[in-house]
């Protein structure tokens, strides 16, 4: 079972356990803002490495279970599998959030949208050489509000760069207006 599998069903028995409860999170509609870390992850033929990635967003809360948001995510830097060069890749994405509330301050979302990449590859004798494209991106978060301006999230997101997939698992903290 990889990951994502892992994390949606752990996501998917907390929402059905939590809707017994019957509580409704009081998600602000209007606009938002923030910015997370956490660690950027491939795992392909070319590469195996991890690294440090931050990423910054706003969006639009439409209504307290669907917004949009835009974001920019830096995901670091990955050694090549020998150790010939370095991958470095950054994206904008824009994404459809859907929120299902467990509680009045609990709640999970689901992320669905696009993402324009670009990517460098270092290598020393060979120089420089350029990638870039436009690729689906999902994920999945559960989010906490300490208040009705500060909200802490957890989430796992995968974005696909034409045949590599990079994951990012990060801690955002989101500030609404």
């Known amino acids: 079972m ?4 892992l994390l949606a069903g752990t996501v998917l028995a907390a929402a059905l356990g939590a809707l017994s409860f019957g509580a409704q999170a009081a998600e602000p509609v209007g606009f938002y803002a923030g910015a997370g870390v956490g660690q950027s992850m491939v795992d392909e033929y070319f590469a195996d490495d991890e690294d440090t990635a931050f990423q910054v967003f706003g969006g ?19 050694d090549l599998r020998g150790g010939v060069g370095k991958v470095e890749s950054d994206t ?17 979302y689901a992320k669905a949208g696009f993402h324009s990449w670009d990517a460098e590859v270092r290598a020393p004798g060979v120089g ?8 689906p991106t999902y994920g999945l978060g559960l989010q906490y509000r300490f208040t009705d301006n500060v909200a ?5 997101s995968r974005f696909e760069l034409d045949d590599v997939d990079t994951d990012l698992a990060q801690v955002q903290v989101r500030f609404d207006f």
């Not at 904008?92 to 999970?108: E, H, N, Q, Y």
């Not at 420089?128 to 690729?135: E, I, L, Q």
């Not at 802490?152 to 796992?156: I, K, M, P, S, V």
């Open 2 to 5: 990889n990951k994502t599998n």
């Open 128 to 135: 420089r050489a350029s990638d870039d494209g436009t690729d």
């Open 60 to 78: 639009y809360q439409v209504n307290p279970y669907f917004g949009v948001e835009l974001g920019y995510t830096d995901f670091g830097e990955a």
């Open 92 to 108: 904008v994405s824009l994404v459809a959030v859907g929120t299902l509330p467990f509680t009045d301050r609990f709640s999970g």
């Open 152 to 156: 802490l999230r957890g989430e796992y």
